[in-house]
T-cell receptor, first 113, second 111 residues
Framework: DAGVTQSPTHLIKTRGQHVTLRCSPI?????VSWYQQVLGQGPQFIFQ???????GRGNFPDRFSARQFPNYSSELNVNALLLGDSALYLC????????????FGDGTRLSIL | AQRVTQPEKLLSVFKGAPVELKCNYS??????LFWYVQYSRQRLQLLLR??SRESIKGFTADLNKGETSFHLKKPFAQEEDSAMYYC?????????????FGQGTRLTINP
């Protein structure tokens, strides 16, 4: 069971740059969600995608965007990086049907200098 | 607005003692409540959900709609229970996956 995989595991960027984070869901899962976890806090919802369509969006600026591909993998893009974007970015997948729970990846640790 | 509150950031108990991690929520509809756990150097994983009404690793949690609470309990703590615990709420339309998390409680079981 491969589980949810995310890449890269760690990333260091400077202010103003952009970043792309990647996520592969569990095989058979069609829904992918992204969360931001700042140190000392719980994860905060950014986006949900299901069957390549955006199903939900959290309270994040337009600098954050995402997409889902035909194989259900997903990318999270962040433009014009700010120091406050430093966080652990988590991806979670689920079947997207009914009340199935989400399964999380290990996350990508993004540090902004 | 959807909100989850875990009033204790840190909780320390001795092995064999009872454990209760508190979770209160704010939601106008019928929410789904979850407890997620993160052990050291491991990913966030689902511990239990209220609709399953099951006991996992000796933990139980009952949804109390009157008190808007979903406290996590275990009668006899074990050292391997030391971890970070997050309470989470899912509301909204069927199929919506947005989880609202509390800030988490770090549980330490002392030998």
């Amino acid at each position: 069971d491969a589980g949810v995989t995310q890449s890269p595991t760690h990333l260091i960027k400077t202010r103003g740059q952009h970043v792309t984070l990647r996520c592969s869901p569990i095989s058979g899962h069609k829904s992918v969600s992204w969360y931001q976890q700042v140190l000392g806090q719980g994860p905060q919802f950014i986006f949900q995608y299901y069957e390549k369509e955006e199903r939900g969006r959290g309270n994040f600026p337009d600098r954050f965007s995402a997409r889902q591909f035909p194989n259900y993998s997903s990318e999270l893009n962040v433009n014009a990086l700010l120091l406050g974007d430093s966080a652990l970015y988590l991806c979670a997948s689920s079947s997207g049907q009914g009340n199935q729970p989400q399964h999380f990846g290990d996350g990508t640790r993004l540090s902004i200098l | 607005a959807q909100r989850v509150t875990q009033p204790e950031k840190l909780l320390s108990v001795f092995k064999g003692a009872p454990v209760e991690l508190k979770c209160n929520y704010s939601y106008s509809g019928s929410p789904e409540l979850f407890w997620y756990v993160q052990y050291s150097r491991q990913r966030l994983q689902l511990l239990l959900r209220h609709i399953s009404r099951e006991s996992i690793k000796g933990f139980t949690a009952d949804l109390n709609k009157g008190e808007t609470s979903f406290h996590l309990k275990k009668p006899f703590a074990q050292e391997e229970d030391s971890a970070m615990y997050y309470c989470a709420l899912r509301g909204g339309i069927q199929g919506a996956q947005k989880l609202v998390f509390g800030q988490g409680t770090r549980l330490t079981i002392n030998p």
